[in-house]
Nanobody, 124 residues
Framework: QVQLVESGGGLVQHGGSLRLSCAAS????????MGWFRQAPGKEREFVAA????????YYADSVKGRFTISRDNAKSTVYLQMNTLKLEDTAVYYC?????????????????WGQGTQVTVSS
């Protein structure tokens, strides 16, 4: 069992930056690929970024590539999402998720553990 707690969300102006954190507990953090997903009102949950267990391979949705950076600190059992040049369409609840499978995936249903989410609101 893994518990995930996101933090760092808030209200930011268009073009601004935020860094989300997701602290994990309950199991060996380095055993899990970690992902960030988001869900805007009336929309389905969508993949944002993912990072592999140990070698730090990363993958991004096209919509955030070049603006967002995912990273992890296995010693602190924490994954981060640095979000720069935020746009109005980035407004959503952001969730972190953990997956123990061997292959890094963008598919939400493959992630077995989820945090409660943190709201990010980008204003004009």
């Amino acid at each position: 069992q893994v518990q995930l707690v996101e933090s760092g969300g808030g209200l930011v102006q268009h073009g601004g930056s935020l860094r989300l954190s997701c602290a994990a507990s309950g199991h060996t953090f380095s055993s899990y690929n970690m992902g960030w997903f988001r869900q805007a009102p009336g929309k389905e949950r969508e993949f944002v970024a993912a990072i592999s267990k140990s070698l730090g391979y990363t993958y991004y949705a096209d919509s955030v590539k070049g603006r967002f950076t995912i990273s992890r600190d296995n010693a602190k059992s924490t994954v981060y999402l640095q979000m720069n040049t935020l746009k109005l369409e980035d407004t959503a609840v952001y969730y972190c998720a953990a997956d123990s499978s061997a292959i890094l995936t963008t598919v939400a249903r493959r992630y077995m553990y989820w945090g409660q989410g943190t709201q990010v609101t980008v204003s004009s």
